[in-house]
T-cell receptor
Framework: GENVEQHPSTLSVQEGDSAVIKCTYSDSASNYFPWYKQELGKGPQLIIDIRSNVGEKKDQRIAVTLNKTAKHFSLHITETQPEDSAVYFCAAATMDTGRRALTFGSGTRLQVQP | GAGVSQTPSNKVTEKGKYVELRCDPISGHTALYWYRQSLGQGPEFLIYFQGTGAADDSGLPNDRFFAVRPEGSVSTLKIQRTERGDSAVYLC????????????FGDGTRLSIL
């Protein structure tokens, strides 16, 4: 089955700096890669996703890049703000089949220092 | 609009008891998913419904776990003879069924087995 590894496990940045979180996946059939933000006591909130037919996607301060050959994808947050502090999860799935289970990474705790 | 609703938000019970966890998906979402999240880890897939039928139950850990969705909307996750290792946050997500649609999560039920 799919295996997703995520690094780093914790990340501390100064407000205004950029943050980068990296994930690798094992199953070359995976074609959908969402990123979720989870705050304490809440469920994961989708912040951006990318499909395997594109290499990069951007939404305001958030961008995701995908390298299918190397089987890795990354989340980039620019101009970080204290409210960006949370746990971020990457995930992978093969959405073309009847099996749509997301396989999650182990999470990155991002702390933005004011 | 209303998001995915899960009840109860917290459930404490004794080892060996039976529990039911409820999920109300986003209106119009025909796909529904259950995940389990242990402390400090990413969510792990349990089961996926397309309409009333379980399209993929490969993540259910053993036969003590069962889920139903009799009318294609609300779903109930049932756990028999609970064990302390079942303690976790149980998350429900829903999505539209066509193509690669993102999964939207509820805030989960925190289950504690004493």
């Amino acid at each position: 089955g799919e295996n997703v590894e995520q690094h780093p496990s914790t990340l501390s940045v100064q407000e205004g700096d950029s943050a980068v979180i990296k994930c690798t996946y094992s199953d070359s059939a995976s074609n959908y890669f969402p990123w979720y933000k989870q705050e304490l006591g809440k469920g994961p909130q989708l912040i951006i996703d990318i499909r395997s037919n594109v290499g990069e996607k951007k939404d305001q301060r958030i961008a995701v890049t995908l390298n299918k050959t190397a089987k890795h994808f990354s989340l980039h947050i620019t101009e970080t703000q204290p409210e960006d502090s949370a746990v971020y999860f990457c995930a992978a799935a093969t959405m073309d089949t009847g099996r749509r289970a997301l396989t999650f990474g182990s999470g990155t705790r991002l702390q933005v220092q004011p | 609009g209303a998001g995915v609703s899960q009840t109860p938000s917290n459930k404490v019970t004794e080892k060996g008891k039976y529990v039911e966890l409820r999920c109300d998906p986003i209106s119009g979402h025909t796909a529904l998913y259950w995940y389990r999240q242990s402390l400090g880890q990413g969510p792990e897939f349990l089961i996926y419904f397309q309409g009333t039928g379980a399209a993929d139950d490969s993540g259910l850990p053993n036969d003590r776990f069962f889920a139903v969705r009799p009318e294609g909307s609300v779903s109930t996750l049932k756990i028999q003879r609970t064990e302390r290792g079942d303690s976790a946050v149980y998350l429900c997500a829903s999505s539209l069924s066509m193509g690669n649609q993102p999964q939207h999560f509820g805030d989960g039920t925190r289950l504690s087995i004493l």
